[in-house]
């Protein structure tokens, strides 16, 4: 079991910059894998960024260019950096720690972090 603690997120304009951090704690050999996810109301989580253990980094189209995820640290943090934000990036946003395939998929149960909300206003 994998233990995550998230910080950062709140209130910012359009175009401003918000970083939000993670870390994780407990078994962190069961992961490969560390990222963030986002859900709007009455979505289902979808993927912002993750990094793997073998160096892999994927985005999301829709945050390419604009936000950088920090590469996978096997101290268990990992950080993402949003620039740029538009409106529609307004969710909340999970860290997640697991098991993944090269495809991304989870191999294993997720573990998530509690959400923090991100709120970009025009």
């Known amino acids: 079991q994998v233990q995550l603690a998230e910080s950062g997120g709140g209130l910012v304009q359009t175009g401003g910059s918000l970083r939000l951090s993670c870390v994780a704690s407990g078994n962190l050999y069961s992961i490969n894998a560390m990222g963030w996810y986002r859900r709007y109301p009455g979505k289902q989580r979808e993927l912002v960024a993750i990094t793997t253990s073998n160096g892999r980094i994927n985005y999301a189209d829709s945050v390419q260019g604009r936000f950088t995820i920090s590469r996978y640290d096997a101290k268990g943090t990992v950080d993402l950096q949003m620039n740029s934000l538009q409106p529609e990036d307004t969710a909340v946003y999970y860290c997640?720690?697991?098991?993944?395939?090269?495809?991304?998929?989870?191999?294993?149960?997720?573990?998530w972090g509690q959400g923090t909300q991100v709120t970009v206003s025009s």
């Open positions: 997640y720690a697991g098991l993944v395939d090269r495809d991304y998929n989870f191999v294993q149960n997720p573990n």
